[in-house]
């Protein structure tokens, strides 16, 4: 028996944040140890709201590929691809587009939140960026994605439309099964607690990224807003602080438990200090790893290109299977 298939993405629109890693990157990494894992630079979804990576899309791709390695995926252990080298996710896109009923479509919260934000510019392939996404995963017939909690609807729009062309043609596609943390899969901005943490926010001072110097790591989170009760607990009457619990258990895999138990007799102030310094320490070292990885463009290129390969031999024989079952293949 070959092992289950691990396959997820980041789109690479200079927006990596402690949520990407302690949302999704983390249990890349956890999953590569066992399973056969194939992550993506998904630069087709990136080019959705094409204003946002207007000019500079190259870099980011490098620039996220160098993060990958520098978070420890290890190539030895997971494959890297480029998704737009690989024509046969836009094609699956195509296809799975015409077994999408639009009112499925139509129902994405994230879809409905960016309309209002972006309004008359909004994409058409913003709309179908979802269908695409299901085109990532079922090209595969992979078994886990690991994702962060605000791709959940989408993956259940993956399993909806296979489900769809598997009963109208035959079950070609297996159904995916989202792997979503317990904790830290919704990290949310410091200052705008209902919203996730994402570069989408007005300012970025509630915003972590990841290349952030010391300083702002500090600065940002010895401001961040809390509540007057000076008690470090996990609760929902406390989401400011739950939210810092969460990062503050992501980074270091203590238990939320643990972390209340410890910060039992602190105040707020002695809470936060540590959480700053444990994220730098964190990120400093992640810092230096990516600054290693970026300055040798042939190494990445060398690993986009063993991606590729090993995608598509994957993909092509999947695409042929989907035609053949369609009928729009020569005979
Ligand atoms: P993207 O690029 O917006 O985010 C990449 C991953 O990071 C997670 N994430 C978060 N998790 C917790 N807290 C946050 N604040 C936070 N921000 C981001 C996301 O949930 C995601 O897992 N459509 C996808 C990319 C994609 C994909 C795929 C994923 C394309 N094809 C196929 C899985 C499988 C996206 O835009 O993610």
Redesign the pocket.
């Given at each position: 028996m070959s092992k289950p298939f691990v396959?997820?993405?980041?789109?690479p629109n200079g927006d990596l944040?402690i949520?990407?890693y302690?949302?999704?990157i983390k249990n890349w990494l956890k999953l590569q140890e066992e399973y056969d894992c194939l992550y993506?630079i998904?630069d087709l979804?990136a080019i959705t709201i094409p204003e946002k990576v207007k000019g500079k899309i190259n870099n980011n791709i490098y620039d996220l590929l160098a993060w990958f390695l520098a978070f420890g995926l290890d190539i030895n252990k997971s494959k890297i691809m480029l998704q737009s080298d690989n024509p046969d996710h836009p094609y699956l896109g195509w296809i799975l587009n015409c077994f999408t009923p639009f009112g499925l479509a139509n129902r994405m919260t994230q879809f409905k939140e960016k309309t209002s934000e972006l309004k008359e510019t909004i994409s058409c392939g913003l709309f179908n960026?979802p269908i695409l996404?299901a085109a990532?995963?079922l090209l595969y017939d992979c078994d886990i994605?690991p994702?962060?909690?605000?791709?959940k609807q989408?993956l259940e729009l993956a399993r909806d439309v296979a489900q769809r062309f598997n009963s109208m043609y035959e079950p070609i596609f297996k159904l995916p099964e989202p792997l979503i943390q317990k904790n830290?899969?919704?990290?949310k901005d410091l200052y705008h607690i209902e919203k996730?943490?994402?570069k989408s926010s007005k300012d970025e001072k509630g915003i972590i990224f990841i290349l952030d110097s010391k300083e702002n790591i500090y600065k940002k989170i010895l401001k961040a807003p809390t509540d007057s009760k000076n008690s470090i607990q996990f609760n929902n009457q406390q989401p400011e602080i739950a939210n810092l619990l969460n990062i503050y258990a992501g980074i270091t895999d203590l238990s939320i438990k643990d972390i209340e138990a410890k910060y039992k007799n602190s105040d707020y102030k002695q809470f936060k200090e540590d959480l700053a310094d444990i994220v730098w320490k964190f990120l400093e070292n992640i810092q230096s790893q990516y600054h290693k990885y970026i300055s040798d463009k042939s190494y990445l290129n060398k690993i986009l290109d063993e991606g590729l390969a090993f995608s598509q031999a994957i993909t092509n024989p999947k695409i042929k299977q989907v035609r053949k079952v369609l009928g729009i293949s020569k005979t």
């Open positions: 396959f997820s993405g980041i789109q944040n949520g990407h302690i949302g999704a993506s998904v979804h960026y996404m990532d995963v994605v994702v962060g909690e605000d791709q989408h830290g899969a919704r990290i996730k943490m994402s």
